[in-house]
Every structure is written in structure tokens, then in C-alpha cells.
DNA sequence: GAGCACTGC
């Protein structure tokens, strides 16, 4: 394997100065590139050009912002439940709980919160006559590692007394009484039952996050709270946003009665206690001019004047944190007087499982682990035995644009609950330190909070979603934070365009209804009902999975681009993206015999692929449902992708989904859109990166840095726009 | 020549 080979050589380099390590760190070395000496001559100390700040207080409800359960490789300390923070209030909880409808839960990292008191309510009667208490999750490793721990507690299988549910994964049965779950997927359920009738307790966990999903399921509530007095709504939030949830769910005329205490009798705040070590915080005195320089150099500071413990650096994205990583070995090796060691260790999204794991191995002796990661070590991955954090101040943000239907990606300075809760990851096991890489004037400029996605997110399937479940006017939704009006106004021409509306923005039957029970992006659920009148069902439905991995199909090795761009180049489909990811599908299925080292020796993720034919069995389950004959019959070596017929059936077919987003090619190899007024470029990953064409679609169009990339892309003729799309473009000329 | 993080009976 070649990666293997390339990292066997860099090892080689390493020998003389590893001499020490074993074989497997030696090869773990390698691949990182580091395992540095430091100096001790660095004399500065840390404190002296930092400004000092009073710490995080205990009462500081920002600090305790936390998930008990989100690193799904590595578990929290095990503390008998009898000891946790919860345990004491178990009592007035459950009073609580009992009284008031609405039930606010604060609490910090490891109070338990998430896996006891489903537990104190199931022992309380609240699962009594076959009804159900369930937790949701933003993620799901969450749930499913949550649900696993609870299962042990109580000493039962998984999916029997407590199960957890995530897409393509069911592990609950009619003995099951407390269920975990993703929020997406109760959303879902309510499709089905409506007012989620055979739940007594739902806690919605981790609810300051404030994902879509996580919107729009308290929304969703509060409107069946309205009909079912009897459901019990907890929700877990970690920040000062509590009172805006209990508002949200009490917003009565009795809430104005001052005389009343906050909430009414409709709700109440509940703090749970707990421990968290004191994090003292420090800020620059002058701004940094590079703070990713200004970052190394804390890295440094803090190696040699601060006492043992890893280091946590928060930064923007992949191509600074390996830079980062880079600098720290090579800057290390400078130093002399060998004593203790730096081990910088990057962690983002985009590595594979296998890299991320290194992060959560302990250091090696005599070792001090830097782990230089992006917002995922915020709330989705938890490190242990961190004692300082750098913040640099910044977090890549992804926006809409309702105007253009452009996303962007910039890079954009953290709100306050964000530095908080990163502050709070020094202090997990002891008393840590926090470096901030900006000045506390700066601070004091932040933002209270992150901007909900609901603000900045294309609203279309959450749009179809809401009129799915009866909710005809999404205008007057009750929503936690209203989206601006533009968001809204977009999604709704676009589900019309698309037919999923009507003239009075109903939803189309079965179209738009069809369309929203598809778990799938709205265009592409339309392309998928379309497809049986261009005789391309069975192909879209692979192209529609392979389209929802957005991006994850093909593993990219450093140094070994070349490679990888040949081994892609087999798979190439002149027509453009689309056509390329159904010959890689048809080729994992038949060649690959669904094989991972097929996978590894044609630079595919394995994963991904196996996630992408999951995908298109449920969606074949779906259009079966819907009474469409899926018929497999045509055997794909009869299928000749990059002949004119089929190909050109899939073409014309994507469309009618894709319409919207056409451009046409500029002599010089960007694109221009329809209007002509912006700029696109072909993202590096697309094969129409470095081909000709005339008129494309595409799937996506990101903004980042100065330019707009596209991906996805597939060619098509103009006429096609016409033909299927004549009022969208009768408008725009 | 390159993109933060999540997710759907």
C-alpha cells in the first residue's frame, strides 16, 4: 500500500532521534512528523504579557456549557451514579418535573443530567402504561453512546428497557422505555404521530446548541404541548439562553404577571450543582498582527514556563492546523537540552477515524500533547487531560445567501458562550489556564451568542418539512429566533419552482408530500420522482446517494495526489460529476463486492460507500411505498454510462431538480451564472475542473477566501433549461 | 488546486 510505503520512508528519516520508540509509535510518529525536543532557554514567562482576568466563577452558567457524552471514542471518567452532582436533587427534580409542564435543566459536564434522570423518571412511574421517555441528541454518536452507558446502569441488553434510535440504526422494542435519539429523527416520528403521542417525557439534551433541527423540534413542541397538558418537556441547556427557553414555552399572559414567578405555572429553571475547575483566563495586551504566528509562540511559552498538562489550541480549518502542526515540529528541533517532549497532534473533520484516534491515546512520558483542532473539540470531541487552551478567537462559520443561493465560508470571530465553553475545556480534571488571543477589549465587542442556523441556513427542507407535518403557515411558526424574511421567501419560491407548492403555497399531492418524506435534499427528491418518466429510476437512486455523501466518496492521501487523481480518472464519465459518481457506485457494488481494500486501492472511503448503499435501500423503501416499480432489472453492464442514452436520460432528468443553479463556461475556464453577473469556478474535486463544457448544473456553490467554487457538476444543454424549467426562466429575461 | 461542524423511521 503505498501510504504505508511513504510513511515506512518518513520513519526512516526519524530513526536516529526515535530510537526509543517502539515499532507502532515509531510508524504513529512518522505520520504525524513529530516528536520534538523542546529548550529550556526560553526565558519569558507565560503571565507577563498577558492580562489577567478573574477566571470562570462557578456561577458563571457559560462555563458549565457541556456535553456528558460526546466523544464517542473515549468515556468520561466512570463515577457511581450515587456520587454525581444530580443525585441529591433527585427528589425536587422529579417535583419538578411533576408540577410544571416546562422544566429548564442546567447543568455541566458530567452532573449527569443526560443518563440519570431518564433513569429517576422511568422509577417514578413516568414510562407506567406502555408510555416512553425520550432524550434526543444533536448527534448521533451522542445518543447511541449515552444509550449504551444508561443500557449498562440499569443492566439491560440495548434495545430492550433502554434503546436508542439514528437513522438506519433501530435499537429499541416494545420493551423499551427510555429512548435516545437524534432530534432530526423525532422531528420525523411526528411525520407519522403527529403529537408524539406515546412519549410522557421528552428532553430535548444539548438545546443551546441551537442546531435546525433542535429549532424547530422545540417549535414543534411547543404546538403539541398545546393539545397534550399531560407531556412533560425538559429541556437541557447549558447557557445563560435559559430564560429564553422557558419564555419561549411560557409566553402567556400570565408570564407578563410580574407578581408570578418567572415561568408561571407553566415552568420553571432548575440548576443543577456540579463540579468544574476554576479556568483563569488571560488576554493579549496588545492585538496579535498574525494570531496563528502568536499562536505558536503561546505554544512555546506555555511548554516552558507552565507547569505539566496537554495544551488545546482552537483554530480556523485544516490548511492552518497543519500548518500549525508543522511549525511546532520543526521549531522544536531547533531547541536544545533535551527534556520533556512536545507531541503536536492535529484533529479536524476531514481526517479518518484512524488519524482522529491519536488524540485520544494519553501522551507518551515524559510527553506534552498538543492537540490543534478545529471547532469540532468545542462540543462533538472531548480530550481528556487538557490543562491549557489557546483560543484563537476566530471559528469558520457557513452562511446562506438568500439573494445569490451562494453558501460562504469565512472565517468569523467567536461570540462569547463559544470562548466560554472553549475556556471550559481546560478545566475537565483540574484547575486550568486559558489563553486568549485577543485582548479583553476585543472580547468585550463578541457577540452573546453564535447566530442559530435557523438565521443562516437554506430554509427549503425544513420549510417542506413543517408543511409536512400540517403546519400551512410557516410564516407565523413559532420559532425560538424568526429567520429573516429573506430565508423564508427563498425557500418557499424554491419549493414552488421545484412543485412542491402550489399558487397558495400548499404542498402538492403526492408530489411536494412525497418529496417531504424523502430523507433527501428537496431537489433531488424531485429528480428522484421524476426519474420513472425518463426511464432512470434505478441509476438516480444511486446517484442520489452518492450525491448526499456530499463529498466524502474519495480519500485523499498527502503526497499521493497523483495517484489518487488516476485512480479517479477510471471512473470518469465525460458528462460530468453525477455520471461519474454512478460509475464508482456500480463499480463498488459488482467489482468492489462491496470490498474495503477494492475501497483503499481506488482511493474510495469505505465508509462512505457502505453509508451510500444504506441510503439507497432507504430511498428505494420509500418510492416502494409510494407505489413506484423500482425496477432493477437493468444489469449494469448492459448500462453504458458515457453513451448517449442513458446518459443523456440522467442529464435531462437532474435537470428538472437542478435548474436553478446553471452556468455556462467563459473561455478562460470559470463560470458565469445565468444572470451573468457572478464568477464560479470548478472546485478542484470536480472533473470539470480542468475540462471544456458549455452549459452545466451544479449541486453546490461555496464562497471561501475570494472565490466561488462549484461542485458537482454536470453538463447539460440550454434548451433543457427552457424546456423544464420555462416559467423559472421566462422570469429572469 | 482545495471546505467549519452536524444530520434525516
Given amino acids: 500500500m503505498a501510504s504505508q510505503n511513504d510513511n515506512h520512508d518518513v520513519a526512516q528519516q526519524l530513526r536516529p532521534r526515535c530510537a526509543l520508540l517502539s515499532r507502532h509509535k515509531l510508524r504513529r510518529t512518522a505520520r504525524q512528523q513529530v516528536v520534538v525536543v523542546r529548550d529550556h532557554c526560553v526565558q519569558r514567562g507565560v503571565g507577563e504579557r498577558w492580562m489577567k482576568d478573574g477566571g470562570i466563577k462557578e456561577t458563571d452558567p457559560l462555563a458549565m456549557a457541556d456535553t456528558d457524552y460526546a466523544g464517542s471514542m473515549l468515556a468520561s471518567a466512570y463515577k457511581p451514579p ?87 440504526e433501530d435499537l429499541t422494542s416494545e420493551k423499551t422505555r427510555i429512548k435516545f435519539l437524534t432530534d432530526g429523527l423525532l422531528l420525523r416520528e411526528a411525520l407519522v404521530d403527529p403529537l408524539l403521542s406515546r412519549y410522557s417525557v421528552i428532553m430535548v439534551d444539548e438545546a443551546h446548541e441551537r442546531s435546525l433541527s433542535t429549532d424547530i423540534l422545540l417549535g414543534v413542541l411547543k404546538k403539541i404541548r398545546k393539545k397534550r397538558p399531560e407531556l412533560r418537556i425538559v429541556v437541557s441547556s447549558a447557557t445563560l439562553q435559559a430564560e429564553d427557553f422557558l419564555n419561549f414555552f411560557t409566553d402567556t399572559a400570565e408570564a407578563h404577571d410580574t407578581s408570578s414567578p418567572p415561568g408561571g405555572s407553566q ?14 483566563i488571560q488576554y493579549l495586551e496588545q492585538p496579535a498582527e498574525d494570531y496563528v504566528e502568536r499562536t505558536l509562540k503561546t505554544v512555546f511559552d506555555i511548554h516552558s514556563t507552565e507547569a505539566e498538562g496537554d495544551i488545546l489550541v482552537f483554530l480556523t480549518g485544516r490548511e492552518e492546523i497543519d500548518h500549525v502542526v508543522e511549525e511546532i515540529a520543526t521549531r522544536s528541533q531547533e531547541l536544545h537540552h533535551q527534556s520533556q517532549k512536545l507531541q503536536p497532534l492535529p484533529l479536524y473533520a476531514g481526517l479518518s477515524s484512524d488519524q482522529q ?10 510527553t506534552r500533547k498538543v492537540v ?127 412543485g412542491a407548492l402550489d399558487d397558495y403555497a400548499r404542498l402538492t399531492k403526492p408530489l411536494g408530500s412525497r418529496m417531504a418524506e424523502l430523507s433527501i435534499e428537496p431537489f433531488m427528491a424531485k429528480v428522484l420522482l421524476v426519474a420513472p418518466e425518463f426511464g432512470c429510476l434505478s441509476e438516480m437512486l444511486s446517484i442520489a446517494a452518492m450525491a448526499s455523501l456530499q463529498g466524502a466518496v474519495w480519500f485523499s492521501h498527502d503526497g499521493e495526489k497523483k495517484a489518487s487523481e488516476s485512480a479517479r480518472r477510471k471512473f470518469a464519465a465525460e458528462e460530468g460529476d453525477h455520471l461519474t459518481l454512478l460509475n464508482v457506485y456500480q463499480a463498488f457494488i459488482t467489482k468492489g463486492k462491496k470490498d474495503a481494500g477494492w475501497c483503499r486501492n481506488n482511493y474510495l472511503n469505505f465508509k462512505s460507500m457502505t453509508r451510500a448503499v444504506s441510503i439507497r435501500n432507504q430511498l428505494r423503501r420509500y418510492l416502494e411505498r409510494f407505489g413506484i416499480d423500482v425496477s432493477e432489472s437493468l444489469a449494469p453492464s448492459a448500462l453504458r454510462v458515457g453513451g448517449p442514452d442513458i446518459g443523456e436520460k440522467i442529464r435531462r432528468c437532474l435537470t428538472t431538480g437542478l435548474f436553478s443553479q ?72
Avoid at 376 to 395: F, K, L
Fill in 662 to 733: 446553471a452556468a455556462r463556461m467563459q473561455p478562460d475556464g470559470t463560470f458565469k451564472t445565468v444572470n451573468g453577473g457572478t464568477t464560479l469556478h470548478a472546485h478542484p474535486s470536480s472533473l470539470m475542473f480542468n475540462r471544456k463544457a458549455d452549459w452545466v448544473i451544479f449541486q453546490e456553490a461555496m464562497e471561501t477566501g475570494t472565490k466561488i467554487f462549484i461542485r458537482d457538476v454536470t453538463k447539460i444543454e440550454k434548451a433543457w433549461l427552457l424546456e423544464y424549467a420555462p416559467s423559472f426562466y421566462k422570469v429572469k429575461q
Fill in 82 to 168: 450515587s456520587l454525581l452532582p444530580i443525585a441529591k436533587y433527585r427528589d425536587k427534580l422529579l417535583y419538578t418535573i411533576e408540577t410544571f409542564p416546562v422544566t429548564v435543566l442546567i447543568g455541566q459536564t458530567g452532573s449527569g443530567k443526560t443518563t440519570q434522570l431518564p433513569q429517576y423518571l422511568e422509577q417514578a412511574g413516568w414510562c407506567d402504561g406502555g408510555k416512553v421517555v425520550a432524550v434526543t441528541q444533536p448527534r448521533r454518536v451522542a445518543a447511541t453512546s449515552v444509550a449504551t452507558r444508561v443500557a449498562e446502569e440499569v443492566r439491560c441488553d440495548i434495545g430492550q428497557e433502554v434503546g436508542y434510535s439514528i437513522r438506519f
Fill in 267 to 280: 415552568g420553571r429553571i432548575f440548576h443543577l450543582g456540579g463540579r468544574m475547575y476554576p479556568v483563569d
Fill in 372 to 498: 490543534v483542532a478545529t471547532n469540532i473539540a468545542e462540543a462533538s470531541v472531548t480530550i481528556d487531560g487538557i490543562v491549557y487552551v489557546i483560543d484563537c478567537g476566530y471559528v469558520k462559520l457557513r452562511a446562506y445567501s438568500p439573494s445569490t443561493g451562494i453558501e460562504t465560508l469565512t472565517a468569523t470571530p467567536v461570540s462569547k458562550a463559544s470562548a466560554t465553553q472553549r475556556a471550559g475545556r481546560a478545566g475537565r480534571t483540574k484547575p486550568g489556564k486559558c489563553f486568549r488571543i485577543y485582548t479583553s477589549s476585543d472580547y468585550a465587542t463578541l457577540h452573546e451568542a453564535t447566530p442559530p442556523e435557523v438565521q443562516r441556513s437554506n430554509l427549503a427542507p425544513i420549510i417542506l418539512q413543517l408543511k409536512a407535518l400540517g403546519i400551512d403557515n410557516v410564516a407565523r411558526f413559532d420559532f425560538l429566533t424568526s429567520p429573516p424574511a429573506e430565508l423564508m421567501v427563498r425557500a418557499l419560491e424554491l419549493l414552488y419552482s421545484l
Fill in 357 to 366: 484516534m491519536y488524540v485520544f491515546e494519553p501522551a507518551t512520558p515524559n
